[in-house]
Structure formats: structure tokens, C-alpha cells
């Protein structure tokens, strides 16, 4: 009984995950919609070469979360760790859309000099929701 309990757990909490990556992505969708005509849609494909190539500064996304997002990360001056990024790994990932923004636009200024597009942040979250 107390197993079926704990598998219960683990779905509610990949659920809730789900949902809040989901409706994250959704308002990127309406976003991207607005920013550009021709958007179609969230690629993992291009979210993965987003996080692994330099964009014209010196640090790229796995400076910090290293190539493989189901590890740990450090901050590359800080030194502080960083929690892995793959919702498979660590399920609290995307529960806070104000935590997820705020960590974008943080990040994509140290990576791009600007914020990240709609479209980019949800490459990104669609590539990661595919890591196994």
C-alpha cells in the first residue's frame, strides 16, 4: 500500500511539473505569435542549440548547467551550484513562472547581452521536457 502511495506521489508531482511547464509555454506561444508572423511553433532541436552555442559573448548556457542538464551546475564566478536543469531530474523546475522569467532574463543577459526572445525560452523548456 505504502509503494502505491509513493508512485502516486511521483505522478502528481510529474503532473504539476507538466502543468506548470505547459502553461509556461503557452504564454510564450501567444508571445512569440505576437513577436513574429511566421512562428509555428517550439523546437527542441533548436532549443538544444540554443543552450550549447555561444550567441557572440563569451559564456553559452552550459558555462553554468554543463552539457548534460540532468547534472548540477555551478556559477561560473559565484561558484555557486546550480540545480539541474531536466525536470526529470529535478521536478521543481518550471513550478514558478515568476522564478522561471526571472532566471531567464538573468541568464540570457549574461549569454546573449539582451533577453531572450519568446520563442527561445520555449525552445529551450521543449528540449528539456524531452530529457529522459
Not at 77 to 88: C, E, F, S, W, Y
Amino acid at each position: 500500500m505504502r509503494v502505491m502511495g509513493c508512485i502516486l506521489l511521483l505522478c502528481l508531482q510529474q503532473m504539476s511539473y507538466a502543468d506548470s511547464a505547459s502553461s509556461q509555454l503557452q504564454q510564450w506561444s501567444q508571445q512569440a505569435k505576437k513577436q513574429s508572423a511566421s512562428f509555428i511553433g517550439f523546437e527542441a532541436t533548436r532549443g538544444q542549440q540554443f543552450f550549447t552555442q555561444l550567441h557572440g559573448k563569451e559564456w553559452r548556457c552550459t558555462t553554468c548547467h554543463t552539457a548534460n542538464p540532468r547534472q548540477q551546475g555551478k556559477h561560473q564566478v559565484t561558484g555557486k551550484l546550480i540545480k539541474p536543469m531536466a525536470p526529470v531530474v529535478n521536478p521543481e523546475r518550471f513550478t514558478d513562472a515568476a522564478k522561471t522569467e526571472k532566471w531567464f532574463r538573468r541568464n540570457c543577459h549574461d549569454v546573449l547581452g539582451r533577453e531572450c526572445t519568446a520563442q527561445e525560452k520555449g525552445d529551450i523548456v521543449t528540449w528539456l521536457l524531452t530529457l529522459k
